[in-house]
């Protein structure tokens, strides 16, 4: 694609600043989305292709926080060499491109999402037990239980779920935030105190909400009741905080609560508590896979981490002989199907859960998540005649993909 080459997009409805615009056009040149009366009014230019959308939904490409894998890759195998993890994960980014990516290369790596050692034993999920750890030490701990890739930051990990009542964890969330790395508390039996605390700390997510973490109790709700504190301090800044929304403390500033992971398969969470959690706080949903090896394979079983896992007719990802959940087999945009269906929600909404909301959380809002001026040109043409959606056509950087 010539770097210069303009393209515009007719006879589109966009989704644009929490709205569905009909009959709207969408220029973009070298990757980036760009406004037209630039080039009537300094390049006299107009475009040089068109693409004629028929109709269809153009939104932001999806964005996907949570994966373990796919294809029968699995990204928790440490005894692969390097160049065969390399291979591995470049077999899964292409696989992604019906969700997101890049067109040459396939999905594009946002960074790692690193689940442990610092969680809590009675929450470990498929996690052995063996590796679990405190950080006593606060973030000396980490970086020497992660190695120089975490000092890295963001440029590395993106996200690192902990369970908040660990010994230091709290301590070590504003090192880890001043890097630009996501804290997101999971894997915890905490209390509502300990993910109070550690939300004032800087941690600004829940990962895979109502699991791994105890049920809801009405004395102390734990790290499900965050999601109805009404006194946390109120952010300076709406970098990587939810948008206001009804149910916020201050309704013109952005929300203190964090955001949300929800696997939305019907068989993680069930749709009633899926929709509670809407309800609660609607800005700060963030639809996840949690996907392992086994997306995109048929029912049988697999392994996770060293772990046999074996996957049922509905999707769902269990440690082999038990009903401990280790996955899904889900793909994003299913979630956001279900996510509607559930919530009984917005298009527009379920279909920021997946792409403004994860931006916004990773504080890539300026250029995913979005089809604002500046961003880059990733979308998905999105046919939702049938009151569904499905993925008719997906652009990488302004490049069509071939699904």
């Given amino acids: 694609m010539a770097s210069d080459k303009i393209y515009k997009i007719i ?58 894998g796919a294809y029968g890759i699995d990204f928790a195998d440490h005894e692969e060499p390097t160049e065969v993890l390399k291979e591995n994960i470049n077999k899964v980014a292409k696989g992604l491109l019906k969700r997101a990516g890049s067109a040459s290369t396939g999905a594009t790596i946002l960074g790692a999402h ?24 606060g973030i000396r701990d980490l970086d020497e239980a992660y190695g120089s890739q975490l000092k890295k930051g963001r440029e590395a990990v993106s996200i690192i779920t902990m369970a908040p009542e660990i010994e230091g964890i709290c301590d070590a969330i504003p090192d880890l935030v001043e890097r630009g790395i996501v ?38 709700p734990g790290l499900i009741g965050i999601l109805g504190a009404a006194d946390l301090p109120i952010p300076d800044t709406s970098s990587r905080h939810p948008e206001a929304s009804e149910t916020s403390p201050d309704r013109q500033r952005p929300d203190p609560r964090p955001f949300y992971g929800l696997i939305c398969d019907g068989v993680h969470v069930h749709p009633n508590s899926i929709r509670i959690a809407y309800y609660s706080h609607p800005t700060g949903a963030v639809l996840v896979t949690d996907t392992l090896s086994a997306m995109g394979l048929p029912k049988g079983d ?51 859960a997946a792409t403004l909301h994860p931006a916004r959380m990773l504080g890539i809002d300026r250029q995913k998540g979005t089809l604002d001026v500046g961003a880059d040109a990733d979308f998905v043409f999105l046919n939702d005649a049938n009151g569904d959606i499905s993925v008719e056509r997906v652009f990488i950087a302004g490049e069509e993909v071939q699904l």
């Fill in 11 to 68: 006879n589109a409805r966009i989704l644009l600043n929490h709205e569905i615009v009909k009959d709207s056009y969408l220029w973009y040149q070298d990757g980036k989305i760009i406004h037209p009366q630039n080039l009537f009014f300094s390049a006299r230019r107009d475009a040089d292709e068109i693409i004629d959308a028929k109709g269809l939904l153009v939104v932001p490409g999806f964005i996907e926080t949570q994966i373990n």
């Fill in 114 to 137: 690193i689940e442990g050692p610092f969680i809590a034993l009675e929450k470990k999920g498929a996690h052995k037990p063996e590796v679990l750890k405190s950080a006593r030490n």
């Fill in 183 to 220: 804290v997101s508390m999971g894997h915890s039996a905490c209390k509502i105190a300990d993910a109070e605390k550690a939300v004032t700390k800087g941690a600004n997510s829940i990962t895979h909400l109502f699991n791994a973490m105890p049920a809801f109790h009405h004395r102390d």
């Fill in 302 to 352: 697999y392994i996770l981490g060293g772990s046999e896992v074996e996957v049922d007719e509905n999707g769902g990802a269990y440690i082999k002989g038990t009903k401990t959940l280790a996955g899904s087999t889900i793909t994003i945009d299913q979630c956001i199907r279900n996510f509607q269906k559930f919530t009984n929600c917005s298009l527009v909404e379920a279909i920021e």
